[in-house]
């Protein structure tokens, strides 16, 4: 029998299978898989870009994509559609805390609206007339909580004002406006921190130092490397004791043509050097970049996450994990004793990534629904979808 | 003396005589006899069940799969009447808690020995090779081990159909410098029971 044929064929074969490692071992990788667990109470394919609670202990939860708003009680399971000021269409949601208890602000057809129960909305005008744009929280120095939200707005100078809200009987109107000057570029602002001694704010390509009330901008530092210096994304402060490692600022970019993001640190702000740059990963089309986002720090294992997104709805990766005291990076997470990196959040973009004040954490995401891991009760909880 | 005494004897005779071709007919298909270059193509087919992880240091942990199935072909080349020695191209799907696909395609290298006992043939062998590890977007190239035995019964000489059952041991050892942990290598156990049909040629 002629054996050239099949031997060549096999040979080919052998030369033409390509062996792809991701960062995972297979059979390790099933060994840890656990099945999905959908509850059901929200749509599998809701975006979820702003995350927030109610009370002390907490026994609300509030989400929206910038449409409709929904809430649930902390022991329900099925989120109910929650109009804000009358209105179905949400734009963003955060809370502030303070006693008595917290309030949960909305914004509803660019007017500001709280509230301290979450179906009593208070209409809240701003000093200067601007229409609300946006909610960010303003993280404190352990990554995780917030008591205050900056607000952007939109007005005849686009984005330039701001206000802080930080209290859960405010002004009435709001004054407590942040001026990021004539300068300030037409982009708003997208994470903004309180590291103790100012407001640190970035739109654009610029970091702002603020002390409530002016804004005035800081030359930045990188690597020398223009491609990297397009489009802050992210921006925490990490100090105190339940962070281990090198205290200081982290700065998240996106990305940037065909380079893919990156993560910086610096222990003063503005004084950045790469902790991470041009990031990819093998869930995008070849050529996708990265491109980095929000900061939330996990004190379980003293790692900092970083969401990603990528130019395309249908494509993500999750997010990042950096572990702090090592100052090691990588696209899959190494606190993967659950499943994680088995299930397709790794494929996601990821629209907001919030830790309840009870320990739960939430990872909302673009056109995939809302994920939650207990990590409270345990590390090895499964992600579950909401 | 009886007087069908003689009849008797010569009916008797007579088919004796005629049964004596049969009888040799039948001790020549006794033993099927293979002879070296003789070849033979077997096609399997049947459940595979997934077993345990092993990690290289001994501890096991459960693979999370569910019950696959296996295809495969095996050409072999008889050396004499009960060594044979030939490769064989599998082909298994199992299924992971989230619906997931495993694909092992294993080619495997065999040496097997043949115990007979017409018209039956116990197959004992083993085989080694290496095997595409296909799972989501990662592939990986394995070592394998495959002992294996089987019972067949031969339906005629040129073709036997029976059973197999082969134990898959599959390596997948993970080294530092590379993006996978080493803590992440693992011994993989498959069973699997297939019917078999061979043509022997």
């Known amino acids: ?386 | 003396m009886n007087k069908l005494f003689y009849p008797t004897v010569a009916l008797v005779l007579f088919l004796g005589t005629g049964v004596l071709p049969l009888g040799a007919q039948a001790t020549e298909l006794k033993y099927d006899h293979r002879v070296a270059g003789d070849r033979s193509l077997t096609i399997h087919l049947g459940p595979v069940f997934p077993e345990t992880f092993q990690t290289f240091s001994g501890s096991f942990a459960a693979t999370n799969l569910s019950l696959g199935a296996t295809l495969g072909i095996d050409l072999d080349f008889y050396l004499n009447d009960v060594f044979r020695l030939g490769g064989g191209l599998r082909g298994k799907a199992t299924f992971s808690p989230n619906n997931f696909t495993l694909f092992m395609v294993p080619i495997t290298f065999r040496a097997t020995w043949e115990l007979k006992y017409y018209p039956f043939s116990f197959p004992v062998g083993v085989a080694g090779g290496f095997s595409f590890t296909n799972y989501r977007s990662q592939t990986s190239f394995d070592p394998i081990l495959m002992p294996m035995v089987g019972a067949y019964w031969n339906m005629s000489s040129s073709w036997s159909f029976g059973l197999d059952a082969s134990q898959w041991i599959v390596f997948q050892p993970y080294y530092s410098g590379g993006s996978v942990p080493t803590s992440d290598s693992r011994i993989a156990y498959f069973a699997d029971i297939t019917l078999g049909a061979i043509y022997h040629f």
Request: net charge negative; with cysteine; proline share 4%.
């Open chain 1, 1 to 386: 029998m002629n054996l050239r044929i099949p031997l060549t064929g096999l040979a080919t074969l052998i030369l033409l299978a390509s062996c792809t490692a991701g960062t995972e071992g297979i059979f390790a990788s099933l060994e840890r898989e656990q099945k999905i667990v959908s509850l059901g109470g929200l749509n599998k394919y809701a975006t979820v870009t702003h995350m927030s609670e109610l009370g002390a202990p907490v026994n609300k939860y509030f989400i929206t994509g910038g449409q409709a708003m929904f809430s649930r009680a902390v022991s329900a399971v099925t989120w109910d559609k929650t109009p804000a000021g009358g209105r179905s269409d949400v734009a963003a949601v955060g809370t502030t805390g303070g006693a008595p208890g917290n309030t949960v602000w909305a914004i509803s057809g660019g007017t500001l609206y709280r509230s301290a129960d979450g179906s009593n909305w208070i209409s809240q005008p701003l000093s200067g007339g601007e229409a609300a744009y946006d909610l960010i929280p303003i993280r404190k120095s352990d990554g995780v909580s917030n008591d205050e939200l900056f607000l952007t707005t939109v007005g005849s100078d686009l984005y330039r004002y701001g206000y802080l809200v930080k209290s859960s009987s405010p002004s009435t109107p709001l004054t407590t406006r942040v001026d990021l000057g004539s300068a300030s570029s037409g982009l708003a602002v997208t994470s903004a921190i309180n590291d103790g001694a100012s407001y640190w704010l970035i739109n654009g390509a610029t970091l702002w130092q603020s002390n409530g009330a002016t804004a005035a901008e800081v030359a930045v530092t990188f690597d020398g490397n223009a491609a990297h210096e397009h489009g802050y994304q992210g921006l925490i402060y990490l100090s105190g004791a339940s962070v281990h490692g090198a205290n200081g600022y982290y700065l998240s970019t996106q990305s940037h043509g065909s380079t893919g993001g990156g993560l910086y640190f610096g222990t003063t702000a503005g004084n950045f050097t790469p902790v991470k740059t041009d990031v990819s990963s093998s869930n995008l089309s070849a050529g996708e970049p990265v491109s980095f986002q929000q900061f939330l720090y996990n004190d379980h294992n003293q790692s900092l996450w970083i969401s990603t997104g990528a130019s395309t709805l249908t494509e993500g990766t999750g997010y990042g994990e950096l572990m702090v005291p090592s100052n090691s990076f990588t696209m899959t997470p190494v606190t993967n004793t659950n499943n994680y990196n088995s299930s397709a959040i790794p494929t996601y973009s990821v629209g907001t990534l919030f830790r309840a004040s009870n320990g739960i954490y939430f990872l909302g995401t673009v056109a995939h629904g809302l994920w939650y891991w207990d990590i409270a009760t345990s590390t090895s909880s499964p992600w579950k979808q909401q």
